[in-house]
């Protein structure tokens, strides 16, 4: 891209990421019969198809657009969805966001520890969301190609994907002339060879080509402001 493309998607990060102060608590707002009003739904039923395989699904996102919308996704989908979220400092804050996010019906359970209410939720069929694009800790990821450079991506999702066997579907929402678009894609292939390492590394990369995908779709409503390529390999990993 030129400098001044660059600069046009710098700029508009930066509005979108203020603007979700003001949008988000309108969010948590929304009834099930706003649906229509605020949101435009696609690929709906390619989430319907891996649901009804009844073994669950993995919903898999990244901070695009306004992720916090993912807490209608009870009322978009008429399933049960589930998420995971990484618990905030400040306790106020904690309790405000774990209750606006829960009214809606979704269940949320805490990053630290989590592998367990995942596997229930699946265990009985729901659908389970997690976003899966910041840059991960060494000793949790696998190394990966992200928008051309190596990126430190969370085993985590992939290795779920291989224990479970469940279907896994991207999903996002983004904010697409005056209203908020909601996309659900196709079930993604989940490689499982028993060669556990090497599958790790390549359903990941599986899974971030198809986040790298939407991204390149709109640009500008990504998170560009976390540091996503911050943890490389050592020497020795190279």
């Not at 649906?35 to 695009?64: D, E, W």
């Not at 969805?81 to 979704?106: C, I, N, Q």
């Amino acid at each position: 891209m030129t400098a001044a493309e660059i600069n046009r998607i710098a700029r508009k990060t930066f509005f979108y990421a203020t603007n979700m102060i003001f949008e988000t608590p309108r969010v948590y707002a929304l009834k099930s019969g706003d649906v229509s009003k605020h949101y435009t739904v696609h690929g709906l039923q390619h989430l319907r198809a891996a649901h009804n395989k009844g073994k669950g699904v993995l919903m898999f996102s990244g901070h695009l657009g306004n992720w916090e919308i993912s807490v209608q996704l009870n009322n978009i989908a008429r399933l049960q969805v589930s998420g995971v979220y990484r618990k905030l400092d400040f306790a106020p804050a904690e309790k405000y966001f774990h209750e606006k996010r829960e009214s809606t019906g979704s269940r949320l359970y805490p990053l630290k520890g989590a592998v367990h209410s995942i596997l229930h939720e699946l265990g009985r069929g729901n659908c389970m969301a997690l976003l899966i694009d910041q840059n991960a800790k060494r000793n949790q990821s696998v190394f990966i190609n992200f928008f051309g450079r190596t990126a430190s991506a969370n085993m985590g999702p992939a290795y779920l994907s291989i224990l479970t066997g469940v279907p896994v579907i991207m999903y996002f929402f983004v904010r697409e002339n005056g209203k908020y678009r909601c996309e659900f894609l196709p079930e993604l292939p989940v490689i499982n060879t028993g060669d556990t390492d090497k599958d790790l590394i390549v359903n990941t990369q599986i899974f971030n080509n198809a986040l790298e995908g939407i991204i390149r779709r709109y640009p500008d409503q990504w998170f560009w402001i976390h540091n996503r390529w911050k943890t490389q390999p050592m020497v020795d990993e190279q």
